[in-house]
């Protein structure tokens, strides 16, 4: 069988969660898998600027923000830009309000 390259592992990860994830639980994922954690760092970069290391082009697939911590320390979030949609379920009550019962991404 195959092994699933480190792109696909974070790409496949962003889509089923479906929001923002912080760049540093990306690299702990990484790390899981026996890769190093500037390696997924890279990987990342190269799924939202549309170039490779070797500067080749490939497909933009995650966008990048920029967030800053109440104590000044910045960190990286990304997600997939081909993210489901999120789906709620309701229940009307008797009294004619509707209740949200649960959410899922299709």
């Known amino acids: 069988m195959k092994k699933l390259s480190l792109k696909d592992r974070i790409l496949r990860y962003l889509e089923r969660r479906g929001e923002w994830v912080n760049g540093r639980v990306i690299e ?13 760092s890279r990987r ?3 799924m939202v600027t549309g170039k490779d290391s070797r500067g080749l082009p490939c497909p933009i ?22 993210q489901k949609k999120k789906v709620g379920y309701y229940i009307t009550l008797p ?7 649960g959410q899922i991404y299709e």
């Open 28 to 40: 702990e994922l990484a790390m899981q898998k026996g890769y190093k954690a500037s390696q997924a």
């Open 61 to 82: 697939v995650l966008e990048r923000e920029e967030r800053k911590s109440s104590t000044g320390v910045r960190s990286v979030w990304y997600r997939a830009l081909s």
């Open 44 to 46: 990342c970069r190269e």
């Open 95 to 101: 009294n004619g309000e509707r209740e949200l019962v």
